[in-house]
């Protein structure tokens, strides 16, 4: 599975727009790009999975170019209840089966 | 949508007691996974079960560790003679399917050995 790597942490002052980017420089072809989000003494919540181009859903962006070997998760106007960890995994294809978590990015939103 | 349950939240023992996690995952999902997380690092993975079927086992699983999923529903992780460093947030996830499939966790076991 290929490799991630993506800030420790990020501070925000609330309403701002964050971007978060992760490299994941030795991604496979049949590899997706997820992002979870975890709040402390919570499990992981799934957030956004995407391929190539750009993905939207109701909680964030996640934005990957045609080389696919970067992504940027974006979540707009952030509020106090956005600090959390977030996390960068590449998942491979059928066939995979566990996910392989780094450290994350602790985003922290200043009042 | 119940989401993934996990019991009990929170479970503090002695060293070289035996405890024992129950995990319940969202009803149509067949594939359920265990995961351990220390603080400050990201989840690590223990074992999947497809359906009543455990297929792989990390390395991380010695064995004093045992997992079940009985009739492919709910699964338990039981951990025999718990040692200190087995203190950890132990996290049960499920899907429908594997692959790219989202896991779904739920918000896991604090263990403590006293």
């Known amino acids: 599975l290929a490799k991630t790597t993506q800030p420790i942490s990020m501070d925000s002052y609330e309403g701002q727009e964050v971007n978060i980017t992760c490299s994941h420089n030795?991604?496979?072809?049949?590899?997706?790009i997820t992002w979870y989000q975890q709040f402390p003494s919570q499990g992981p919540r799934f957030i956004i999975q995407g391929y190539k181009t750009k993905v939207t859903n109701e909680v964030a962006s996640l934005f990957i170019p045609a080389d696919r070997k970067s992504s940027t998760l974006s979540l707009p106007r952030v509020s106090l209840s956005d600090t959390a960890v977030y996390y960068c995994l590449v998942v491979a294809g059928a066939g995979s089966y566990q996910l392989t978590f780094g450290k994350g990015t602790k985003l922290s939103v200043i009042p | 949508d119940t989401g993934v349950s996990q019991d009990p939240r929170h479970k503090i023992t002695k060293r070289g007691q035996n405890v024992t996690f129950r995990c319940d995952p969202i009803s149509e999902h067949n594939r359920l996974y265990w995961y351990r997380q220390t603080l400050g690092q990201g989840p690590e993975f223990l074992t999947y079960?497809?359906?009543?079927?455990?297929?792989?086992k990390s390395r991380l699983l010695s064995d004093r560790f045992s997992a079940e999923r009985p009739k492919g529903s709910f699964s338990t992780l039981e951990i025999q003679r718990t040692e200190q460093g087995d203190s950890a947030m132990y996290l049960c996830a499920s899907s429908l399917g594997g692959g790219h499939q989202p896991q779904h966790f739920g918000d896991g076991t604090r263990l403590s050995i006293l």
């Open positions: 030795n991604i496979a072809t049949n590899d997706y």
């Open positions: 079960f497809q359906n009543e079927a455990q297929l792989e």
